[in-house]
Antibody
Framework: QVQLQESGPGLVKPSETLSLTCTVS????????WSWVRQPPGKGLEWIGF???????DNNPSLKGRVTISVDTSKSQFSLKLRSVTAADTAVYYC?????????WGRGTLVTVSS | DIQMTQSPSSLSASVGDRVTITCQAS??????LHWYQQKPGKAPKLLIS???NLETGVPSRFSGSGSGTDFTFTITSLQPEDIATYYC?????????FGQGTKLEIK
């Protein structure tokens, strides 16, 4: 059974870069697409983007080019970088397995943007 | 972006009730729609893909239907463990977008 675990700082200062990593276990990272989804406190889900080990990747235009998603097959990890964060980027960030059909999910990690 | 509108935003029902949630897309999305369940403090769980295909291991009391712009999610006999927020998601176009969620509570 594939398991996902997010890791990274829980607090990021405004204007800095949010960096999260998702470690995949129980399955090959080369087999699936991998995605990031976020959820502001008390609100709904927002799709951030996806990546495949082949390099196929895309992300939400609403994030205005601030997103980079990458994959490291040697470590069975994929990562999210979100630049120039503001308080509006405060959310629980989930990594997930799949491209548009998200069938594996991490537990999520809360990232707060605050000085 | 394709807007997904769920109704109602919240719903209170009794154990054993039939529960229906609707999801309307701002344009034709064929059957490119999934339904997720999110319990409090937990990650979402995929229940139904392609508008009507039940995922493996999901109880048969859950079902989905619809195509084009109008979709329905149904629980035929509500159980206490079904208390959650339910989201629809379209995947016709990027960005993939979710409905705002329907919070289901026990009466």
């Amino acid at each position: 059974q594939v398991q996902l675990q997010e890791s990274g700082p829980g607090l990021v200062k405004p204007s800095e870069t949010l960096s999260l990593t998702c470690t995949v276990s129980g399955g090959s990272i080369s087999r699936y697409y991998w995605s990031w989804v976020r959820q502001p406190p008390g609100k709904g889900l927002e799709w951030i983007g996806f990546i495949h080990y082949s390099g196929d990747t895309d992300n939400n235009p609403s994030l205005k080019g601030r997103v980079t998603i990458s994959v490291d097959t040697s470590k069975s990890q994929f990562s999210l970088k979100l630049r120039s964060v503001t308080a509006a980027d405060t959310a629980v960030y989930y990594c997930a397995g799949g491209k548009e059909r998200l069938y594996y999910w991490g537990r999520g990690t809360l990232v707060t943007v605050s000085s | 972006d394709i807007q997904m509108t769920q109704s109602p935003s919240s719903l209170s029902a009794s154990v054993g009730d039939r529960v229906t949630i609707t999801c309307q897309a701002s344009q034709d999305i064929s059957n490119f729609l999934h339904w997720y369940q999110q319990k409090p403090g937990k990650a979402p769980k995929l229940l139904i893909s392609g508008a009507s295909n039940l995922e493996t291991g999901v109880p048969s009391r859950f079902s989905g239907s619809g195509s084009g712009t109008d979709f329905t999610f149904t629980i035929t006999s509500l159980q206490p463990e079904d208390i959650a927020t339910y989201y629809c998601q379209q995947y016709t176009n990027i960005p993939y977008t979710f409905g705002q969620g329907t919070k289901l509570e026990i009466k």
